[in-house]
Structures are given as C-alpha cells and as structure tokens.
C-alpha cells in the first residue's frame, strides 16, 4: 500500500509568482485535504476534495485554488505569493469525507522570497 | 474563545514518567477528537483517537475525554526520548472538517 506522498519536497519563489503543489493520495483514498502549517503553529484548514469537487474551504482567498483529478491526486495552486505564503505545506487523504482518519504526506517546504 | 487551545510549552518530562497534554475546545467542534505527533521538521501522525466521553486506551498512551469541561487530554506512560515531539489536539468541526490547537512542545529529559 503506498502513502501519501506529495511533490517538490522544497521550493522557493518570488513575490507575485505562482506556484503548484502535487498531491498523490493513499491508495482506496477519495479524499483530499490541504493544510498550510506556518512555522510554530499548527496546520491550518484550506480546502478539502471528495470525488473531484471541492466539499469545505477554510478561511483562505480565492489567489489559493485547487483541484482533484479521477484517480484522486490533488493540486494546490497559489498565485499573486505574498511574503507570508512561505510555510509547509500539507496534503492529507482519507478513505472517504466521513472517515475521520487522515493521513499526511510529507509536506512541501515553500519560501518566498 | 478559540476553537482549540493548547499550552505551546515546552513541557519537560523526565524520562519514565507520565507526560500529561491537556487541550480545550469550543462548542463549535464536534465530539470527534484526534491527537497527532509531529516531530521537528516532518509531518503529523495520527497516534490516538477519541469519541465518547471517559478513557481510551493504547499501549503507552490514554487518551481522556471530559464533554462537560470541554477538554481532552493525552496521557504518555514511561515517556522516552522518543517521545519528544509537538503533540496536536485536533477535533472534527461542525462541518466536518479536522482543525487543530497550535500544539504543546514536549521533551522528554534522558
């Protein structure tokens, strides 16, 4: 069974740039969340995917977007970066919107500069 | 009041001891309550669960859940140095989403 696993591991950007993070979810897994995790603080909810369509979004603005493709890996898109962009960034996958497990991936490590 | 509220610490436990965490929530989660270990630089695990009001237990970790007082809590039996993580108290939102308190710090002294 393969985990969740998420790509580039670290990148680095320039203000006003965008940028798009990948998602692979766990295998049997239809749902996606995306969490932004700013240094010593916890991860913060930014939107969640079940089966394609967008199903809950925290309280971010419309410049983070997202997406989620049939065989149920995800995109997070950022554009217009600002200063305060740069953190981790988190995918989660669960096996389905009601299942309360989440798994993580390893996160990409995003800096703007 | 915040959703969820934790002690940022950190919390100095000597090895072997009890290493208590403590979180406190609004009415505005639900009764679903996770507890996830971060350690420095990666991301979180799922270590405990809980959902209905008393003591789970597993292995060396009790998680506690007390809905008149609106906490929960995480108990580590015989702490080891492995055990020094960021511990995140993550209840399950009204509508069904996983929030999480900011975590407590803790380190375990060898």
């Known amino acids: 069974e393969t985990g969740v696993t998420q790509s580039p591991t670290h990148l680095i950007k320039t203000r006003g740039q965008q940028v798009t993070l990948r998602c692979s979810s766990q295998s049997g897994h239809n749902t996606v969340s995306w969490y932004q995790q700013a240094l010593g603080q916890g991860p913060q909810f930014i939107f969640q995917?079940?089966?394609?369509?967008?199903?809950g979004r925290g309280n971010f603005p419309p410049r983070f977007s997202g997406l989620q493709f049939p065989n149920y890996s995800s995109e997070l898109n950022v554009n217009a970066l600002e200063l305060d962009d740069s953190a981790l960034y988190l995918c989660?996958?669960?096996?389905?919107?009601?299942?309360?497990?989440?798994?993580f991936g390893p996160g990409t490590r995003l800096t703007v500069l | 009041q915040k959703e969820v509220e934790q002690n940022s610490g950190p919390l100095s436990v000597p090895e072997g001891a009890i290493a208590s965490l403590n979180c406190t929530y609004s009415?505005?989660?639900?009764?679903?309550f996770f507890w996830y270990r971060q350690y420095s630089g990666k991301s979180p695990e799922l270590i405990m669960s809980i959902y209905s009001n008393g003591d789970k237990e597993d292995g060396r970790f009790t998680a506690q859940l007390n809905k008149a007082s609106q906490y929960v809590s995480l108990l580590i039996r015989d702490s080891q140095p492995s055990d020094s993580a960021t511990y995140l108290c993550a209840p399950r939102s009204r509508d069904d989403k996983i929030i999480f308190g900011k975590g407590t710090r803790l380190h375990i002294l060898p």
């Open positions: 995917y079940y089966r394609e369509e967008e199903n």
């Open positions: 989660a996958s669960s096996l389905t919107r009601e299942y309360n497990e989440q798994f």
């Open positions: 009415d505005r989660v639900s009764q679903s």
